[in-house]
């Protein structure tokens, strides 16, 4: 319960500090606590820009980074069945929680739902590059972004009437952010299964550490930060019992996730959107289970061979790879290549500019 009430208390302080500040010399400190932390032009921060500056220069004990390279290799050898888990599977059941409501009120991913949902792919794909998570690397700094970011929505919310802390607790909670970090490595894992990828414990436990350590760099205090793939379910399956029912908050976002899919894709027929957003309703049902599924409102369908369907197509996949390795290495990098398209922003560098309003139409470009 005590991870409900508490956000991120270095950051917190940090964005309060900042609006005082004005916008371009809190864009620049931001940048430079990043980027260039001997940057001359932090003498004139806040107290709290120090503060976490220093934070960013200390790992933790147990980072390893000899420890990402087997989840990576599981990562690119299926991504396109990681993909698939996570928009089928680990977004839509994240947003039956009650993380839901603060995304629904600031209406960003009504206002720009798809590129919203290419940075998360993106970031998804730099931290699983080999290199992603080095300091600096962009994974990691897209990881630090995503704490800020958390932050400074926490700051706006606190600012504004929109939010009830007594009701609802503190918005976008260390525990609301520690489950999402559990459904994105362990859960995400099960649902790869479920679709027909293969990875062995190693390769299991590999991708878990660079979750993990993503998380750490998002903020999320190790008092709630899973230490392995075990842990991680009980986590996952202790905040499921925590939480209510979906609320319309989850119905109408998890709907909005699956009909934007199409659009992410490039498709611009509409009949095409259409159908392709049926089928995804349909493999999403049979990855979340009819329960959650009518919880959220998804349309009626029959489920039966759509999951042994796709786990075929992963076995011949596998068996092409033993046989014909030249086809299946174009075949990988055909699926990478459509991963990263899917996924790519029209800026390719990382910006670090923060919302300035609640509400995502009433916000800077961020």
């Known amino acids: 319960m005590v991870h409900t009430t508490i956000g991120d208390p270095l950051c917190d302080d940090l964005m309060e500090q900042l609006s005082s ?3 371009a010399d809190s864009d620049r400190f931001i940048r430079s606590a990043i980027e260039q932390p001997d940057d001359p032009a932090l003498k004139d921060a806040p107290p709290a820009v120090h503060a976490f500056v220093e934070e960013l220069e200390t790992a933790p004990d147990w980072f390893d980074p ?14 396109s069945a990681c ?3 996570m928009l ?10 009650t993380i839901a409501r603060s995304f629904f009120i600031t209406g960003r991913l009504r206002d720009q739902g798809v590129r919203r949902l290419r940075q998360n792919n993106r970031h998804m794909i730099e931290i699983l590059l080999p290199g992603g998570l080095d300091t600096r690397g962009d994974g990691w700094r897209l990881s630090v972004r995503i704490r800020l970011i958390h932050a400074k929505v926490r700051h706006l919310f606190n600012q504004s009437d929109d939010w009830d802390p007594v009701a609802w607790g503190e918005p976008l909670s260390a525990a609301q952010l520690g489950f999402a970090l559990t459904a994105f490595s362990a859960r995400m894992l099960q649902h790869m299964k479920k679709l ?5 414990d190693d390769e299991r436990d590999s991708f878990m550490a660079v979750w993990r350590y993503s998380g750490y760099l998002m ?3 190790e008092t709630i930060l899973y230490q392995d793939y075990d842990d991680a379910l009980a986590l996952f399956e202790i905040g499921r019992l925590c939480e209510p029912d979906p609320g319309m908050e989850s119905v109408a976002l998890a709907n909005a996730l699956v009909n934007s899919a199409p659009v992410i894709a490039g498709i611009t027929e509409p009949e095409a959107r259409r159908k392709l957003a049926r089928y995804i309703f349909v493999v999403s049902r049979a990855m979340i289970g009819d329960k959650v599924a009518d919880e959220l ?39 990478f290549n459509t991963l990263l398209e899917v996924s790519s922003l029209q800026e390719l560098d990382i910006e670090y500019r923060l919302p300035d309003h609640v509400y995502a139409e009433a916000s800077r470009r961020w």
């Open 21 to 23: 500040v004005r916008a």
């Open 66 to 79: 000899a420890e990402f390279t087997g989840g990576i290799r599981a990562f690119h050898r299926d991504s």
């Open 83 to 85: 993909l698939a888990a």
């Open 88 to 97: 089928g599977g680990v977004l839509v059941e994240g947003f039956t929680t």
């Open 196 to 200: 027909g990828a293969v990875y062995d």
């Open 219 to 221: 903020g999320i205090p």
């Open 297 to 335: 409102n998804y349309p009626a369908g029959r489920t039966l061979g759509v999951l042994p369907w796709f786990r075929m197509q992963r076995r011949y996949h596998h068996f092409m790879r033993k046989r014909l390795p030249r086809l299946t290495r174009e075949s990988s990098f055909a699926s």
